[in-house]
């Protein structure tokens, strides 16, 4: 097995699944007109992506401990070529929500099995972290790079090339992990998956972030967000009480109570809570205050793109020598003062004295926070459980960031900017539990 062949099969697959949160967002009014799409049917073009792959991600992260992460990686990539070709010749606004559905069951195969093949390919230290940037360089550039080519695909082509752009992408992902990683031997006695917790942390997870869309659609108050929160509480609720006893459990729960994995989830949903944010609101900032096209509004997403891999670069080199949370800390405060810099921006100001600045300053101290925390996040723990690790860090990932954007919509601008940054202190808060 060739580790640079393995990164670039886990890079693809993480990029795909960060790409498809935003490609289609420029794309919506095209979308709405050529379908038919009503008013409130129009927001699904996206949450159906967001529920199934939050849903899903603890089940996939165990799927692949249990039967081969090659097999969950592979199979996914085909399945997400399959709902994107099938999406881009949708005819029916029901026909494009049940592929973006599907494109969900794909991503929350690939996102934990991407990332289990990365802790085990890699061993801890240098070689890990180095591999960690690249993930967290290609996590961060799929979500800009989405807003971009949503953009350009739209005013050049079609909406439909905004789906079928994915096909080619996973295609090649596909070859390159059939010939790059291993044939699994099959075990055996695999294990049982535990299918009642898998039931109920998929209900649960599920609910959660359909209620929590609720809320940022219909309010905190509204008697359809409150049912489906409630509903979420009981079954996760049920899903603890069920792990308890269960003897293979989908996640074992004394792993989530060892004091650095814990700390390292926190902190990662309240960093990413703070970066969904960011994401969207300085978007609008730059079409609907600034007066930016689309593709233009993407080009200057680039920046962020670039912060990130600086970050994520020094995180690499001075990880192995002062450890965590001396990364995590500052880095998470450096995000902070750029999410309350971004706050000053009004419509008289240029990109390059009231948007750059802010915009290099956020990224880069995310981009210090990523490789530590997703290390400390899936370090430690036996190669056997190395998906259920992965799987937790993606959904606090996911589930963080779907909360925390939810809320601060709710919110509005430009206060939801400094609750941002008050979630950015409250990770670096979290992060010094990291040792």
């Given at each position: 097995?060739?580790p640079?062949?393995?990164?670039?099969?886990v890079a693809a697959?993480?990029?795909?699944?960060?790409?498809?949160?935003?490609?289609?967002?420029?794309?919506?009014p095209q979308i709405?007109?050529?379908?038919?799409?009503?008013g409130?049917a129009?927001?699904?073009v996206?949450?159906a992506?967001?529920?199934?792959?939050?849903?899903l991600?603890?089940l996939?992260g165990?799927l692949g401990d249990?039967?081969?992460?090659r097999?969950?990686l592979?199979?996914s990539?085909?399945l997400?070529?399959?709902?994107?070709?099938?999406?881009?010749l949708a005819?029916?606004?029901?026909?494009l929500?049940?592929?973006?559905?599907l494109?969900?069951?794909?991503?929350?195969g690939?996102?934990?099995a991407?990332l289990?093949?990365?802790?085990?390919?890699f061993?801890?230290g240098p070689e890990r972290?180095?591999?960690l940037?690249v993930?967290?360089?290609?996590?961060?550039a799929?979500?800009?790079?989405?807003?971009?080519l949503s953009?350009?695909?739209t005013?050049?082509?079609?909406?439909?090339?905004?789906?079928f752009?994915n096909v080619?992408?996973a295609?090649g992902a596909?070859?390159?992990?059939?010939?790059?990683l291993?044939?699994?031997?099959?075990?055996?006695?695999?294990g049982?998956l535990?299918?009642p917790?898998?039931l109920l942390?998929?209900g649960?997870?599920?609910?959660l972030v359909?209620?929590?869309?609720?809320?940022?659609?219909?309010g905190?108050?509204s008697?359809?967000?409150l049912?489906?929160l409630?509903?979420?509480v009981?079954?996760?609720?049920?899903?603890?009480?069920?792990?308890r006893?269960?003897?293979?459990p989908?996640?074992?729960?004394?792993?989530?109570?060892?004091?650095?994995?814990?700390a390292?989830n926190?902190?990662?949903?309240l960093?990413c809570?703070?970066?969904?944010a960011?994401?969207?609101?300085?978007?609008?900032?730059?079409?609907?205050?600034?007066?930016y096209?689309?593709?233009e509004?993407?080009?200057?997403?680039?920046?962020?793109?670039a912060g990130?891999?600086?970050?994520?670069?020094?995180?690499?080199?001075?990880?192995?020598r002062?450890?965590?949370r001396?990364?995590?800390v500052?880095g998470?405060?450096?995000?902070?003062?750029?999410?309350?810099?971004?706050?000053?921006?009004?419509?008289g100001d240029?990109?390059?004295?009231a948007?750059?600045g802010?915009?290099?300053?956020?990224s880069a101290?995310?981009?210090?926070?990523?490789?530590p925390?997703?290390?400390?996040?899936t370090?430690?723990?036996?190669p056997r459980e190395a998906?259920?690790a992965?799987?937790v860090?993606?959904?606090s990932?996911?589930?963080?960031?779907?909360?925390g954007?939810?809320?601060l919509v709710?919110?509005?601008?430009?206060?939801?900017l400094?609750?941002g940054a008050?979630l950015?202190v409250?990770?670096?808060?979290a992060?010094?539990?990291?040792?």
């Amino acid at each position: 097995m060739r580790p640079t062949l393995v990164l670039a099969v886990v890079a693809a697959a993480q990029f795909i699944v960060a790409l498809d949160i935003s490609i289609v967002n420029v794309a919506l009014p095209q979308i709405r007109d050529a379908l038919g799409f009503s008013g409130a049917a129009l927001p699904w073009v996206v949450n159906a992506y967001t529920v199934a792959l939050g849903g899903l991600l603890l089940l996939g992260g165990r799927l692949g401990d249990l039967f081969g992460r090659r097999r969950l990686l592979v199979g996914s990539l085909a399945l997400f070529a399959l709902a994107s070709l099938a999406g881009g010749l949708a005819q029916s606004s029901g026909q494009l929500i049940a592929c973006r559905a599907l494109q969900g069951v794909a991503a929350a195969g690939l996102a934990p099995a991407a990332l289990a093949l990365l802790s085990t390919t890699f061993p801890s230290g240098p070689e890990r972290a180095r591999a960690l940037a690249v993930w967290a360089a290609v996590t961060a550039a799929g979500g800009a790079v989405g807003v971009l080519l949503s953009g350009l695909l739209t005013e050049l082509a079609s909406w439909r090339w905004v789906l079928f752009v994915n096909v080619p992408i996973a295609a090649g992902a596909l070859l390159a992990a059939r010939r790059a990683l291993p044939r699994e031997t099959a075990a055996p006695r695999p294990g049982r998956l535990d299918l009642p917790g898998a039931l109920l942390a998929t209900g649960g997870a599920t609910a959660l972030v359909f209620g929590v869309l609720r809320a940022g659609s219909d309010g905190w108050g509204s008697p359809s967000a409150l049912a489906t929160l409630a509903l979420a509480v009981v079954l996760l609720a049920l899903f603890v009480s069920v792990e308890r006893r269960s003897v293979q459990p989908l996640v074992r729960l004394s792993l989530l109570g060892q004091r650095r994995l814990a700390a390292a989830n926190v902190t990662m949903a309240l960093l990413c809570s703070g970066q969904f944010a960011a994401f969207y609101f300085v978007s609008l900032l730059l079409q609907e205050t600034l007066g930016y096209r689309p593709v233009e509004a993407g080009l200057a997403f680039l920046p962020f793109c670039a912060g990130i891999v600086l970050g994520a670069t020094a995180a690499t080199r001075l990880l192995p020598r002062h450890g965590a949370r001396a990364l995590v800390v500052p880095g998470a405060l450096l995000a902070a003062g750029g999410l309350l810099w971004f706050g000053t921006a009004g419509a008289g100001d240029g990109y390059l004295t009231a948007l750059l600045g802010p915009m290099v300053l956020t990224s880069a101290g995310l981009g210090l926070c990523f490789v530590p925390v997703t290390g400390a996040a899936t370090g430690g723990v036996a190669p056997r459980e190395a998906g259920m690790a992965a799987g937790v860090a993606n959904a606090s990932r996911q589930i963080g960031g779907a909360i925390g954007l939810a809320a601060l919509v709710a919110i509005g601008q430009p206060p939801a900017l400094a609750v941002g940054a008050a979630l950015m202190v409250l990770a670096a808060v979290a992060a010094l539990a990291l040792g």
